[in-house]
Every structure is written in structure tokens, then in C-alpha cells.
């Protein structure tokens, strides 16, 4: 265990109510659920538990760890709820009954206006990322939500920062909390972070991304209408990216973040969406193309990197204004010139993988076996060429390499998986 689960989860476990404070990538997240998944009593007919998150991705996160966990227990129903999905769709979900609901604040308040979730029942109520949704104005819409459950329940909140207006909610939500702080170790830290001073920031990056040649790569920019122009320059100049922002649809967000994970676009280019809850290992270079405003979001962007102790690198391009704000946040980083860097010119980072949409997922039954089957058995792919597969309640995704995709696209789209016809296609 990490040490934000070794010394969380026995109070967890005794009802305790719990501040638990630990950096990204430390564990937070399994230090609530395995506990979580523990106590819960089969059969009811109302949820048991509350998970109060800032974003869609963090949501998801937290319920695929559920769902992790919950295999061995049957009929665990964990639902999520956020905006920019179907609200038909979710209450046809909560219909059907559910044990754990995961949801961002806007959502859930949403919910509870129409009368469709049942809250009376609510044993434990956790808040992720709770320095966030303070950021993000969520304070008030979080607090009437909290003022509808039960008042004999247990509480867990959990951040990677404790900035000092969140006692508006410890003192209002939390009883008595035991509070549990995990100091960075700093002989263990291992992401190394290096700022630059430039003039043209294009040309930095490209630099940057040529110099250090990662296989994976995040850029941070202030804005959606930035993240769309860096991502062109990058597209044009060669490079594979995904994109990701608040104007995309949340299958588009889901598409973007997964073609991410599974190297078929090996850079993400992406506003602080993606600073918090996408815990992906192998991400080896953050760049800082517009500087965080604050020093908590420079630490939760550059988290996204080093995770699992993996090594990683964070880069802070710096202009004018940029070399200012860096003393606020970060006044210890020394500047180095953008000169000292020795790129690789003829480096473009593109990924050797491409990825496949098929319109079957678990509510047909599919499985990730059954996919692989095909594609090796079937249609005689090697085993060697086919990465990642994702299934979800609706479609698969499935990751192939692209000398031999081509193949597996007219393959899955001809043939059959578990002797049923799906339809097929490629993402771009």
C-alpha cells in the first residue's frame, strides 16, 4: 500500500470521518473505494454511498476502480453522473436501482431537483479532489446536497491540497475528522522540472518535444481556443495529437482520452480538464505551454507525470509574463534559454498504433476475450500487433498497430465476433 492507504484505510474501515491530504498519483483513490466496496450491504433498494467529484474524468476514474474492486461481490451497481450525457439515460439507470452514485455537484444537484435520486439511504459520503470543486464555485451547490442526506453517515474527504477556505465544508460536512496528511518526500520525488525562457513559444514546444523524444506527452494551454490552434500547428508540422477541452462532447472527451492512453495520439494537448483524475503511468513529458495561474494547479499538472514511481519530466515554456508568474508559483525553478536544448529534427512523435470503434460492449455481452479471439483466430492478427482493448456498457475499443490495421478493420467489419455481426469503424 501507499502511504495515504496505509494510514487512511483502517480508519475508513472504523467509520471514521477522514481529511485525508496526499499528492497525485499517490493512491487516493483506492485509499476510498476499497473500503467503500467492503461496506456495502447487498440488496438494497436505495444507494448507500455518495461520491462527489469536480470533473467527468475523475468521475470515471473513481468508478472504473469501483468496479475493479467490486468483481469479487455481486451486484454491486455503481452509476455515474455528470453533464454531457443523456439525463434520460441516467434516470433510466437509477431506475433500475444502484448502490454507489459518482457525480460532479451541477449534475447531482440536477437529479435531486427532478426527484430522481433517493438520498435518504446514504451511509458515506466522499468528496475528491475537494480543493478543486472549491475553485471550480462549487461550494454552495455542494453544501444542498449534503443538507438532503442522512446525518448519521461518514464522511472522506480527499485533495491534494488543503487550501484554508475549505473549512467552509470540513466544519459544515465532517464530524470530528481525523486528518491525515502525506508530506511529499523530496529525496523520492520523481519528476524533474525545468523551465525555459523563450520568445516564440510555437518553436519551443517543438523543441521541447524533439529534445526529450517522449512516447507520451501532455501540453497544458490556458484556453479551449488555444488548445485548438496548438493542436493544428502540431497536426501540420507532423505530429499525432488529441485534443481535449471543455467544448467536446463527453464521447469525444472519451475517444480523445483513450486513443491518448493507448498510443494511437501520443500527445494530448488539453486545458486543466486534464490536471486532474487521468491517471495514466506511462506519461512521460508535461509541458507547460501557458502557465498555471496557481501554484496548486502547477502541482496537479505536473502530477500527471511520475505516477506509480515512474520518472517523468515537467517543462514551464516561459515568455515575458510567464517568467513573473513563475517567481509566484514556483520561485525555486531556475530559468534556463530554450538554446540549451539540443532537438532532434527529424523526430515527430506519432503513434504506431491506430484504433478501432466497434458498436458492441457489455450490454451485448461483449468482452475484451472475445475480441481477441476474432482478431487472432479469426482473422489471423498477431498477438504482437494488438494493444489495448476497452469495453464499455456500449462499444469497444480495441488498439491495433497500423501496419497490420487495415487488416482488422475489413476483418471485424466482414467477419463476426461471438457469431454476431457488429458494425466497425476507424477513429481518426
Request: aromatic share 6%; proline share 4%; net charge positive.
Given at each position: 500500500m501507499t502511504p495515504?492507504?496505509?494510514?487512511?484505510?483502517?480508519?475508513?474501515?472504523?467509520?471514521?470521518?477522514?481529511?485525508?491530504?496526499?499528492?497525485?498519483?499517490?493512491?487516493?483513490?483506492?485509499?476510498?473505494?476499497?473500503?467503500?466496496?467492503?461496506h456495502l450491504k447487498p440488496k438494497q433498494q436505495n444507494p448507500q454511498a455518495l461520491i462527489i467529484a469536480p470533473t467527468r474524468e475523475l468521475c470515471e476514474q473513481i468508478a472504473g476502480e469501483l468496479k475493479n474492486i467490486a468483481r469479487y461481490k455481486a451486484d454491486v451497481k455503481i452509476i455515474t453522473l455528470y453533464g454531457g450525457t443523456s439525463l434520460t439515460q441516467q434516470v433510466a439507470s437509477l431506475e433500475k436501482g444502484a448502490d454507489v452514485l459518482v457525480g460532479t455537484p451541477?449534475?447531482?444537484?440536477?437529479?435531486?431537483?427532478?426527484?430522481?435520486?433517493?438520498?435518504?439511504?446514504?451511509?458515506?459520503?466522499?468528496l475528491d479532489e475537494a480543493d478543486r470543486m472549491l475553485d471550480m464555485g462549487f461550494a454552495d451547490d455542494i453544501l444542498k446536497i449534503v443538507s438532503n442526506l442522512p446525518k448519521q453517515r461518514q464522511n472522506l474527504l480527499f485533495s491534494a491540497t488543503y487550501p484554508e477556505n475549505i473549512f467552509k465544508l470540513t466544519s459544515r460536512i465532517l464530524n470530528n475528522p481525523i486528518?491525515?496528511?502525506?508530506?511529499?518526500?523530496?529525496?523520492?520525488?520523481?519528476?524533474?522540472?525545468?523551465?525555459?525562457?523563450?520568445?516564440?513559444?510555437?518553436?519551443?514546444?517543438?523543441?521541447?518535444?524533439?529534445?526529450?523524444?517522449?512516447?507520451?506527452?501532455?501540453?497544458?494551454?490556458?484556453?479551449?481556443v488555444k488548445t485548438n490552434e496548438i493542436s493544428d500547428m502540431l497536426d501540420e508540422k507532423g505530429f499525432d495529437v488529441a485534443t481535449l477541452n471543455g467544448d467536446l462532447e463527453q464521447y469525444e472527451r472519451q475517444e480523445m482520452l483513450?486513443?491518448?492512453?493507448?498510443?494511437?495520439?501520443p500527445i494530448l494537448v488539453a486545458t486543466d480538464l486534464a490536471a486532474r483524475g487521468l491517471d495514466i503511468e506511462a506519461i512521460e513529458l508535461i509541458i507547460n505551454y501557458d502557465i498555471p495561474m496557481k501554484p496548486e494547479d502547477y502541482v496537479h499538472r505536473i502530477g500527471r507525470t511520475g505516477r506509480a514511481n515512474a520518472k517523468g519530466i515537467a517543462v514551464t515554456l516561459c515568455d515575458a509574463y510567464a517568467l513573473r508568474k513563475l517567481e509566484e508559483i514556483r520561485p525555486s525553478l531556475k530559468v534556463k534559454d530554450i538554446s540549451s536544448l539540443k532537438p532532434n529534427k527529424n523526430f515527430f512523435l506519432q503513434g504506431e498504433m491506430g484504433t478501432l470503434c466497434i458498436d458492441g460492449g457489455k450490454k451485448k455481452k461483449v468482452r475484451a476475450g472475445d475480441i481477441l479471439g476474432t482478431l487472432c483466430k479469426d482473422i489471423g492478427i498477431d498477438p504482437k500487433d494488438i494493444g489495448k482493448i476497452d469495453v464499455f456498457d456500449r462499444n469497444s475499443y480495441v488498439a491495433i498497430k497500423k501496419s497490420a490495421i487495415k487488416k482488422a478493420f475489413h476483418g471485424l467489419k466482414e467477419g463476426k465476433i461471438k457469431k454476431r455481426k457488429f458494425r466497425v469503424w476507424w477513429l481518426d
Amino acid at each position: 500500500m501507499t502511504p495515504i492507504q496505509k494510514a487512511s484505510i483502517p480508519s475508513i474501515l472504523d467509520k471514521k470521518d477522514i481529511i485525508g491530504r496526499a499528492k497525485t498519483g499517490s493512491g487516493k483513490t483506492l485509499a476510498f473505494s476499497l473500503p467503500l466496496i467492503l461496506h456495502l450491504k447487498p440488496k438494497q433498494q436505495n444507494p448507500q454511498a455518495l461520491i462527489i467529484a469536480p470533473t467527468r474524468e475523475l468521475c470515471e476514474q473513481i468508478a472504473g476502480e469501483l468496479k475493479n474492486i467490486a468483481r469479487y461481490k455481486a451486484d454491486v451497481k455503481i452509476i455515474t453522473l455528470y453533464g454531457g450525457t443523456s439525463l434520460t439515460q441516467q434516470v433510466a439507470s437509477l431506475e433500475k436501482g444502484a448502490d454507489v452514485l459518482v457525480g460532479t455537484p451541477g449534475r447531482l444537484l440536477d437529479h435531486f431537483s427532478r426527484e430522481t435520486i433517493e438520498l435518504k439511504k446514504i451511509k458515506t459520503l466522499i468528496l475528491d479532489e475537494a480543493d478543486r470543486m472549491l475553485d471550480m464555485g462549487f461550494a454552495d451547490d455542494i453544501l444542498k446536497i449534503v443538507s438532503n442526506l442522512p446525518k448519521q453517515r461518514q464522511n472522506l474527504l480527499f485533495s491534494a491540497t488543503y487550501p484554508e477556505n475549505i473549512f467552509k465544508l470540513t466544519s459544515r460536512i465532517l464530524n470530528n475528522p481525523i486528518t491525515i496528511e502525506i508530506e511529499e518526500q523530496k529525496e523520492t520525488l520523481a519528476i524533474e522540472e525545468r523551465a525555459y525562457k523563450v520568445e516564440n513559444k510555437e518553436n519551443a514546444l517543438i523543441a521541447t518535444l524533439q529534445a526529450f523524444q517522449p512516447n507520451l506527452a501532455i501540453v497544458f494551454c490556458a484556453t479551449k481556443v488555444k488548445t485548438n490552434e496548438i493542436s493544428d500547428m502540431l497536426d501540420e508540422k507532423g505530429f499525432d495529437v488529441a485534443t481535449l477541452n471543455g467544448d467536446l462532447e463527453q464521447y469525444e472527451r472519451q475517444e480523445m482520452l483513450l486513443q491518448f492512453a493507448n498510443g494511437s495520439l501520443p500527445i494530448l494537448v488539453a486545458t486543466d480538464l486534464a490536471a486532474r483524475g487521468l491517471d495514466i503511468e506511462a506519461i512521460e513529458l508535461i509541458i507547460n505551454y501557458d502557465i498555471p495561474m496557481k501554484p496548486e494547479d502547477y502541482v496537479h499538472r505536473i502530477g500527471r507525470t511520475g505516477r506509480a514511481n515512474a520518472k517523468g519530466i515537467a517543462v514551464t515554456l516561459c515568455d515575458a509574463y510567464a517568467l513573473r508568474k513563475l517567481e509566484e508559483i514556483r520561485p525555486s525553478l531556475k530559468v534556463k534559454d530554450i538554446s540549451s536544448l539540443k532537438p532532434n529534427k527529424n523526430f515527430f512523435l506519432q503513434g504506431e498504433m491506430g484504433t478501432l470503434c466497434i458498436d458492441g460492449g457489455k450490454k451485448k455481452k461483449v468482452r475484451a476475450g472475445d475480441i481477441l479471439g476474432t482478431l487472432c483466430k479469426d482473422i489471423g492478427i498477431d498477438p504482437k500487433d494488438i494493444g489495448k482493448i476497452d469495453v464499455f456498457d456500449r462499444n469497444s475499443y480495441v488498439a491495433i498497430k497500423k501496419s497490420a490495421i487495415k487488416k482488422a478493420f475489413h476483418g471485424l467489419k466482414e467477419g463476426k465476433i461471438k457469431k454476431r455481426k457488429f458494425r466497425v469503424w476507424w477513429l481518426d
